[in-house]
């Protein structure tokens, strides 16, 4: 009796890993041959991921990712908490402050290129205007970092709400006894926060990390709007990558790279899901 709520999810989850599992199988299929536009596929068994792993274009791709990557997490989870920690807990301020940070999530990714790429233009927008008052020069086309920093802001723009509502409704779920006992007993701020707060947002913060990780993995739309890219590859990330090889039509190499970059995903929240977990539990990592 208790298990009957499984009989109306089953279906629904042999659905889903059919839609994945049949495009996954056509990937694996594809990386195993030669298939070029206008030529019949050729079995080559694993020369596509050779070629792959040889390529300076890939491993740049993936450094470039890894880079942009860590500087995410680095930025958005502790600007997160500090954030949801400034938030009002109670009283009016609470819903408006809420909605106005959600703003961002509403944006479609593509909106958000576009938007970014008008803020950046160097004829009409705001960014290089500002530079220019200020003595500076700005020119997301042209400058290799500009591009990549403006990529990096406007990821953490557009998704440190995230972070930020997920650990607000972390820190709504932790009673105030806790708090309560902790001034009983005369701890101050940091310990607070560092006894009580962090070990409480654990599993919120796991969620959070893996999240942001896996979806910085996916960025596309955005540096494909706002710098195509560029200048050079710049902000040429894996996704953007992947995506030129199929576009040209290398659908063997691309589909190797894809099947490695879900390998490189899949193996780095593993990773940073056990050292949370253990960091979490008050054990060593390594």
Not at 88 to 95: L, M, N, S, Y
Not at 173 to 201: C, E, V
């Amino acid at each position: 009796m208790k298990n009957r709520a499984w009989y109306f999810v089953i279906p629904m989850i042999v659905l889903m890993s059919i839609g994945a599992f049949l495009p996954l199988m056509v990937v694996v299929n594809y990386s195993q041959h030669y298939i070029f536009a206008g030529s019949f596929a050729t079995y080559v068994g694993l020369a596509n991921f050779v070629e792959v792993l040889h390529d300076s274009q890939f491993r740049g791709a993936i450094s470039r990712q890894f880079i942009f990557t860590f500087m995410i997490l680095l930025i958005e989870i502790p600007l997160g908490i500090i954030v949801a920690l400034a938030l009002p807990k109670k009283g009016f301020w609470v819903a408006p402050c809420l909605v106005l940070l959600g703003i961002p999530l509403l944006i479609p990714y593509n909106v958000v290129g576009i938007i970014w790429r008008l803020f950046t233009q160097s004829d009409i927008g705001v960014i290089p205007k500002i530079f220019e008052v200020l003595g500076g020069y700005y020119n997301v086309t042209l400058d290799s970092f500009d591009a990549a920093s403006t990529i990096l802001l406007l990821d953490v723009w557009h998704w440190t709400p995230l972070v930020v509502l997920l650990v607000y409704a972390g820190l709504q779920a932790i009673p105030d006894a806790y708090y309560q006992a902790a001034a009983i007993d005369g701890a101050n701020s940091w310990r607070t926060f560092r006894f009580i707060t962090l070990p409480k947002l654990r599993s919120v913060l796991t969620l959070v990390i893996l999240l942001r990780l896996m979806d910085s993995f996916k960025i596309y739309s955005e540096p494909l709007l706002l710098t195509g890219g560029g200048p050079g590859t710049a902000t040429t990330y894996l996704s953007l990558f992947v995506a030129r090889k199929a576009e040209s039509y290398e659908l063997g190499y691309a589909s190797a790279a894809s099947l490695i970059y879900f390998f490189i995903v899949l193996v780095m929240s593993y990773i940073a899901f056990q050292i949370i977990t253990k960091i979490g539990k008050g054990g060593k990592v390594g």
